[in-house]
């Protein structure tokens, strides 16, 4: 095990433990305020927890507030963690290259050295081009792939993102996305994101926190795709309903009825999960006839286009259609609709 | 916002008191360049009193300057970068010389440095005679002029705020080495304008130096006190005086503008 993390903050009402493993990439997800970026200043060290532990590579950062044991409190210079923010926070008044040199040279490294070590860093994350730039002169993209440049070239142990691409134009993220994906192979990592995306290409493991918690752990791609959390449902894109195993399928505790398949055995009563992909789903004006097992009378709250495609989303759901469907069933927010679902689309777990 | 964009109207009656309190502060200053001997104006500035006056004014007035950064960076930072118990109270304390009219100022360093101050038998042990001394008017000066680089470089240390150190020391740099690198280049244009600003505050302090330090040509008499001495003998004099300050003062605030400070 590389890292070890066990912190509350009273005040806070945060109260929780992480792990990372040797070269792990673990995802941190969860809504605004549920803790995330507390998680990451207590692993920085920039906030001091009212009792907890952690450890990174057998060395021990902080141990406080256990009876009988002293105090130990490493700050923030000493721990081999660095931190990526939101925005880059390059050093306005050093070049990108002295930025990246900014690392090893605090540690003692000689001038040289260091703007060797940095220039290499640059090529890394294909900013090599803007160097001799002041971070006024960068834009959002560039600057904050020499904030990752500086971040590794001070070779940290473990390297805290917190929500790196939150900032970014969508047009440059995914560039961005896929030089973080290539420099974070192999590395003991944290990254804090509200981006689905971020978790299935960066992460090997993804935890959800929600009000201090941990509510939910797992690798990604089982996580994503069996979703125990409404949060992990709504950020993978699913619709969820939660309730209790009855039948065929499962009632959700505000009374809505899903009939699906049962990935495992699921006794009748048994807490249970409903899911399925909103591209599942039909709509439709008039409640269909046929073989769908699922009709469900919803009003519309929003619809959102996504690429050729529209979200139409209510209260609990949501569904995928075309822009061509949307101007045909003349859908907008407040119309009362229909929404069809095969059984055979319904996914069953236990909660 | 740039330049020539501005997008919500001026109210226009703003125009009329701003128009006024330009003038106020302007006008003065005109009136005394129109009293001003220019025929003999280098004369009168030339005296040996005068020149004694303004070279003492600027010797103590970057002096003064000096030990405000010395003391004030470090006072701004533990006000600015920390959180305990008094702070508040000790933030007040150190911003009361801005309110405190001189001449108490002067009394009170004379209650604290004089010979039968506080502090004023040990140092008469060490043989240090401070009342009345030059050191006496730079301590004057320092007393008045330390609160305006305090508050400056604290409001520019609250603006840059302390995400750049937090990234800094995770980078592994350590505190003296963030303090170095990263939060005094930072601030440095609030750093030049609270010195720019104590200096200015130095150069025309009056009421605690002629409290604290008398007025003894070439030991103790600055300008303001000089001009106001030759008031009452030689007006001319003064007057050209006046506007040899003016000038300094203008040339400082030139300088500090032209580095972006104030």
Redesign the interface.
Same mark, same amino acid.
């Given at each position: 095990m590389t890292f070890e993390l066990t912190g509350m903050v009273r005040e806070r009402g945060f109260d929780l433990s992480l792990h990372v493993g040797s070269g792990e990439v673990l995802a941190v997800l969860g809504p605004n305020g549920s803790g995330k970026s507390t998680a990451m200043s207590l692993i920085a060290g920039l906030l001091r927890p009212d009792s907890g532990t952690a450890s990174l590579d057998g060395r021990v950062l902080f141990d406080l507030g256990r009876p009988g044991r002293s105090h130990i409190w490493v700050p923030p210079h000493a721990r081999g963690v660095a931190l990526l923010a939101q925005e880059p926070l390059l050093f306005p008044h050093l070049s990108a290259l002295d930025n990246v040199a900014f690392g090893p040279r605090s540690v003692g490294q000689p001038r040289g050295t260091s703007r060797t070590l940095a220039q290499r860093w640059l090529v890394e994350v294909d900013a090599e081009q803007y160097a001799e730039r002041k971070p006024a002169q960068l834009s959002g993209g560039q600057a904050q792939r020499i904030a990752v440049a500086r971040a590794l070239a001070a070779d940290p142990r473990l390297l805290l993102l917190d929500e790196p691409m939150a900032a970014l134009d969508v047009a440059v993220a995914p560039a961005v996305r896929q030089m973080l994906r290539r420099v974070l192979h192999g590395r003991s990592a944290v990254i804090v994101t509200h981006d689905v995306l971020d978790a299935l290409l960066l992460a090997d493991r993804v935890v959800v926190v929600d009000g201090g918690h941990v509510v939910e752990e797992g690798p990604t791609a089982q996580l994503l795709a069996r979703p125990r959390s409404a949060f992990a449902a709504r950020i993978a894109g699913l619709n969820m309903v939660r309730g209790r195993r009855e039948g065929h399928g499962v009632r959700g505790y505000d009374g809505l009825f899903v009939e699906g398949l049962a990935e495992e055995p699921v006794g009748e009563g048994e807490a249970a999960l409903a899911v399925f992909r909103p591209s599942a789903v039909g709509v439709f004006r008039e409640p269909p006839g046929g073989s769908l097992r699922n009709v469900i009378a919803v009003t519309i709250t929003e619809l959102e286009p996504q690429g050729d495609q529209v979200r139409v989303r209510t209260a609990e759901l949501s569904a995928d259609v075309t822009v061509a469907a949307v101007a045909e069933l003349d859908l907008a927010p407040q119309t009362p609709v229909v929404f069809g679902v095969k059984a055979s689309e319904v996914a069953i777990y236990r909660a | 916002m740039t330049r020539g964009s501005r997008q919500v109207g001026l109210p226009a009656w703003l125009i009329a008191p701003a128009a006024v309190g330009a003038l106020f502060l302007v006008l003065p200053l005109a009136a005394m360049l129109t009293r001003v001997e220019w025929g003999n104006f280098f004369g009168l500035i030339s005296s040996d009193s005068s020149v004694a006056a303004l070279k003492l004014s600027l010797r103590t007035s970057s002096a003064s300057t000096v030990l405000c950064v010395l003391f004030g960076v470090p006072l701004a930072m533990v006000l600015a970068r920390t959180t305990f118990r008094g702070q508040q109270l000790l933030r007040s304390l150190v911003l009361l010389p801005l309110v405190l009219p001189p001449v108490v100022g002067g009394i009170a360093l004379l209650y604290t440095f004089g010979r039968r101050g506080l502090l004023g038998h040990t140092f008469e042990v060490l043989g240090i005679q401070v009342a009345f001394s030059t050191t006496a008017v730079v301590m004057a000066q320092t007393f008045v002029a330390l609160p305006f680089l305090v508050v400056s470089l604290e409001g520019a240390l609250r603006t840059a705020g302390g &995400?750049?150190e !937090? /990234? !800094?020391?995770? *980078?592994? !740099? &350590? @505190?003296t080495?963030?303090f170095r &690198? /990263?939060t005094l @280049? *930072?601030v440095?244009p609030g750093l030049v304008s609270g010195a720019v600003l104590s200096f200015a505050r130095s150069l025309g302090e009056f009421g605690a130096t002629i409290t604290f330090a008398g007025s003894l040509q070439g030991v103790t008499r600055t300008l303001p006190l000089e001009i106001y001495l030759q008031r009452e003998t030689d007006a001319d004099a003064a007057v050209a005086l006046s506007l040899v300050l003016v000038i300094v003062a203008v040339v400082v605030i030139g300088f500090a503008r032209g580095r972006g400070a104030i």
């Amino acid at each position: 095990m590389t890292f070890e993390l066990t912190g509350m903050v009273r005040e806070r009402g945060f109260d929780l433990s992480l792990h990372v493993g040797s070269g792990e990439v673990l995802a941190v997800l969860g809504p605004n305020g549920s803790g995330k970026s507390t998680a990451m200043s207590l692993i920085a060290g920039l906030l001091r927890p009212d009792s907890g532990t952690a450890s990174l590579d057998g060395r021990v950062l902080f141990d406080l507030g256990r009876p009988g044991r002293s105090h130990i409190w490493v700050p923030p210079h000493a721990r081999g963690v660095a931190l990526l923010a939101q925005e880059p926070l390059l050093f306005p008044h050093l070049s990108a290259l002295d930025n990246v040199a900014f690392g090893p040279r605090s540690v003692g490294q000689p001038r040289g050295t260091s703007r060797t070590l940095a220039q290499r860093w640059l090529v890394e994350v294909d900013a090599e081009q803007y160097a001799e730039r002041k971070p006024a002169q960068l834009s959002g993209g560039q600057a904050q792939r020499i904030a990752v440049a500086r971040a590794l070239a001070a070779d940290p142990r473990l390297l805290l993102l917190d929500e790196p691409m939150a900032a970014l134009d969508v047009a440059v993220a995914p560039a961005v996305r896929q030089m973080l994906r290539r420099v974070l192979h192999g590395r003991s990592a944290v990254i804090v994101t509200h981006d689905v995306l971020d978790a299935l290409l960066l992460a090997d493991r993804v935890v959800v926190v929600d009000g201090g918690h941990v509510v939910e752990e797992g690798p990604t791609a089982q996580l994503l795709a069996r979703p125990r959390s409404a949060f992990a449902a709504r950020i993978a894109g699913l619709n969820m309903v939660r309730g209790r195993r009855e039948g065929h399928g499962v009632r959700g505790y505000d009374g809505l009825f899903v009939e699906g398949l049962a990935e495992e055995p699921v006794g009748e009563g048994e807490a249970a999960l409903a899911v399925f992909r909103p591209s599942a789903v039909g709509v439709f004006r008039e409640p269909p006839g046929g073989s769908l097992r699922n009709v469900i009378a919803v009003t519309i709250t929003e619809l959102e286009p996504q690429g050729d495609q529209v979200r139409v989303r209510t209260a609990e759901l949501s569904a995928d259609v075309t822009v061509a469907a949307v101007a045909e069933l003349d859908l907008a927010p407040q119309t009362p609709v229909v929404f069809g679902v095969k059984a055979s689309e319904v996914a069953i777990y236990r909660a | 916002m740039t330049r020539g964009s501005r997008q919500v109207g001026l109210p226009a009656w703003l125009i009329a008191p701003a128009a006024v309190g330009a003038l106020f502060l302007v006008l003065p200053l005109a009136a005394m360049l129109t009293r001003v001997e220019w025929g003999n104006f280098f004369g009168l500035i030339s005296s040996d009193s005068s020149v004694a006056a303004l070279k003492l004014s600027l010797r103590t007035s970057s002096a003064s300057t000096v030990l405000c950064v010395l003391f004030g960076v470090p006072l701004a930072m533990v006000l600015a970068r920390t959180t305990f118990r008094g702070q508040q109270l000790l933030r007040s304390l150190v911003l009361l010389p801005l309110v405190l009219p001189p001449v108490v100022g002067g009394i009170a360093l004379l209650y604290t440095f004089g010979r039968r101050g506080l502090l004023g038998h040990t140092f008469e042990v060490l043989g240090i005679q401070v009342a009345f001394s030059t050191t006496a008017v730079v301590m004057a000066q320092t007393f008045v002029a330390l609160p305006f680089l305090v508050v400056s470089l604290e409001g520019a240390l609250r603006t840059a705020g302390g &995400r750049y150190e !937090a /990234v !800094a020391s995770t *980078l592994g !740099a &350590r @505190p003296t080495t963030v303090f170095r &690198r /990263v939060t005094l @280049p *930072l601030v440095f244009p609030g750093l030049v304008s609270g010195a720019v600003l104590s200096f200015a505050r130095s150069l025309g302090e009056f009421g605690a130096t002629i409290t604290f330090a008398g007025s003894l040509q070439g030991v103790t008499r600055t300008l303001p006190l000089e001009i106001y001495l030759q008031r009452e003998t030689d007006a001319d004099a003064a007057v050209a005086l006046s506007l040899v300050l003016v000038i300094v003062a203008v040339v400082v605030i030139g300088f500090a503008r032209g580095r972006g400070a104030i």
